[in-house]
């Protein structure tokens, strides 16, 4: 097939993209090398594919909606995984218009062009964090989730309900992945196991808030790219069950489904962070501080619905996908220092 991968130069995206090559895809990748971290770790994920001959790279915004209908009927994808948007939620308080064009307007033109172009089917990145205050622990999709608790959750919801609309109106099959806390080589450094290894490494003291009592659902890249790239392949249906006087969110009477990806196995924080020490080789300095605004305390994932309809199985232990992440960290930016910590 050929695919088109928005934010190919993002850490999710980038992996999903290596993994369709890998399988013999063909791959456009998009990306508007938002400066929001570190460009050059964009670039360097990008220098992995374009030596493959089956990938084409556009620079492209997704609010510039010309670029990306000339580029769609160009190149006439068959399948689109949309993995562009604004990340982040603590940005999302002091930037909230970032978050309406990039996952917002910019959602709506690639709707617009999956419309006008007859696309199989749309899978896209929701998150967690639609679940907000929502107390029921797993986070199922078959709850409702309307109590947001950042701008940035509120723009995922958005765009299920935009998905949906469009399913519809229009029978586009559309698929929404609610990501859960992914982590792996490559990773976002506004993340927290980017941020304890870099501050770790440094001597310098992470900070917990909440007290560290967070727990997070952490689940390796690789699990959740074959995940999406699972989904991709099974395009979303109707569901002949669903009913209106008793509506099931995860489905509807549409070619539309939400599924939760992530490890169904949260992790304390503060035992995530033992691990971390046990890798490196070196003790983290910890200072512990109260919950920030739009965070929540614990996520956990109920994958059922993944598990039975595209056998979704995560496998990578913590331990593990820790050290393929610290590994790959040292290799990146050469930090000799602790290489014998990791044979």
């Given at each position: ?44 994920r990008l220098d992995e594919l374009e030596n493959n001959p089956r990938f084409e790279f556009q620079s492209i915004d997704l609010v510039e909606k ?61 998150s967690s964090s639609v679940y907000g205050a929502h107390a029921n622990m797993p986070y199922s999709v078959h709850h409702s989730v309307d109590h ?196």
């Amino acid at each position: 097939m050929r695919i088109l991968v928005t934010g190919a130069a993002g850490f999710i995206g980038a992996h999903t993209a290596k993994a369709l090559l890998a399988r013999g895809d063909e791959v456009v990748g998009i990306d508007n090398f938002n400066p929001y971290y570190d460009l050059a770790l964009k670039r360097a994920r990008l220098d992995e594919l374009e030596n493959n001959p089956r990938f084409e790279f556009q620079s492209i915004d997704l609010v510039e909606k010309k670029s990306l209908n000339d580029l769609y009927t160009r190149v006439k994808p068959d399948r689109i995984i949309h993995l562009a948007a604004q990340p982040g939620v603590r940005y999302s308080l002091e930037n909230p218009q970032a978050y309406i064009d990039a996952n917002i307007t910019g959602f709506l033109n690639v709707l617009e062009c999956a419309r006008d172009h007859g696309t199989e089917h749309l899978v896209y990145a929701s998150s967690s964090s639609v679940y907000g205050a929502h107390a029921n622990m797993p986070y199922s999709v078959h709850h409702s989730v309307d109590h947001a608790v950042s701008l940035y959750a509120a723009t995922k919801k958005s765009n299920e309900l935009m998905a949906h609309t469009y399913a519809h109106l229009f029978r586009i099959p559309c698929t929404g992945l609610r990501f859960f806390t992914v982590y792996g080589p490559w990773g976002r450094p506004d993340m927290a196991p980017f941020i304890f290894t870099r501050k770790i490494i440094a001597g310098e003291e992470i900070q917990l808030f909440n007290h560290g009592q967070h727990s997070r659902d952490f689940t390796y890249v690789d699990d959740i790219v074959e995940g999406v790239i699972r989904v991709t392949d099974r395009i979303a249906t109707a569901n002949p069950d669903w009913d209106a006087a008793n509506p099931d969110p995860a489905t509807s009477n549409a070619p539309y489904r939400v599924y939760n990806i992530g490890s169904n196995n949260p992790t304390p924080l503060l035992r995530f962070i033992d691990v971390l020490e046990n890798t490196l080789g070196m003790e983290a300095k910890r200072t512990l501080l109260p919950m920030q605004p739009g965070d929540v305390e614990h996520t956990y994932a109920d994958v059922d619905d993944l598990i039975r309809d595209v056998g979704y199985q995560p496998t990578t232990k913590i331990e593990d996908g820790v050290a393929e992440f610290v590994r790959w960290y040292k290799d990146y930016y050469n930090h000799t220092d602790i290489a014998h910590n990791l044979n």
